[in-house]
T-cell receptor, first 115, second 116 residues
């Protein structure tokens, strides 16, 4: 079964600094990988996803992630943090089952952006 | 286009009462998922349906929990009787299994349940 590990349950950065949120996965087949963001009192929204092809994936709000098969990683980055980026971020891997696809989520990383 | 719609957004009830949470998936989506989110346990998959049929309910914590999907546009999650430890945010999500091979999920805003 697939699994996802997010290193660091809480990350704090200064406004304007680089954001790096780490995600490692395990999968026996080429994976589909996702990053979702959750703002307070809201549902999860898709930031970006990796399917096939280009390993650098660009998402909304200036975020991007790079799929590195050799490292089984899919880290999320943003060059310059903004106060509005403060939220919880979830990495997920898609698992194909006999009854369809289901996503396995990591435990989440809470991003705090300080002035 | 309307997204996944959940109701109620907030529910406060007393221990022992029955709770019913409702979900309307995105039109045309044929997979529906119920998740529970708590501080202690994070995001847990409770059950999911494909074409209105329950596929995997191994995440349903106890027999007090039940879920139905009588048609393609409606699902319910019922807790009877409710207990304080059921307090959580319950999310419904849908996807287009078959047309989208990635399994991308579209989430509702969630139903925040508080059991006193």
């Amino acid at each position: 079964a697939q699994s996802v590990t997010q290193l660091g349950s809480h990350v704090s950065v200064s406004e304007g600094a680089l954001v790096l949120l780490r995600c490692n996965y395990s999968s026996s087949v080429p994976p589909y990988l996702f990053w979702y963001v959750q703002y307070p009192n809201q549902g999860l929204q898709l930031l970006l996803k990796y399917t096939t092809g280009a390993t650098l994936v660009k998402g909304i709000n200036g975020f991007e992630a790079e799929f590195k098969k050799s490292e089984t990683s899919f880290h999320l980055t943003k060059p310059s943090a903004h106060m509005s980026d403060a939220a919880e971020y979830f990495c997920a891997v898609s698992e194909l089952t006999g009854g369809g696809n289901k996503l396995t989520f990591g435990t989440g990383t809470q991003l705090k952006v300080e002035l | 286009d309307a997204g996944v719609i959940q109701s109620p957004r907030h529910e406060v009830t007393e221990m022992g009462q029955e709770v019913t949470l409702r979900c309307k998936p995105i039109s045309g989506h044929n997979s529906l998922f119920w998740y529970r989110q708590t501080m202690m346990r994070g995001l847990e998959l409770l059950i999911y349906f494909n074409n209105n049929v329950p596929i995997d309910d191994s995440g349903m914590p106890e027999d007090r929990f039940s879920a139905k999907m009588p048609n393609a546009s409606f699902s319910t999650l019922k807790i009877q009787p409710s207990e304080p430890r059921d307090s959580a945010v319950y999310f419904c999500a849908s996807s287009s299994w078959g047309r989208d091979i990635t399994g991308e999920l579209f989430f509702g805003e969630g139903s925040r349940l508080t059991v006193l």
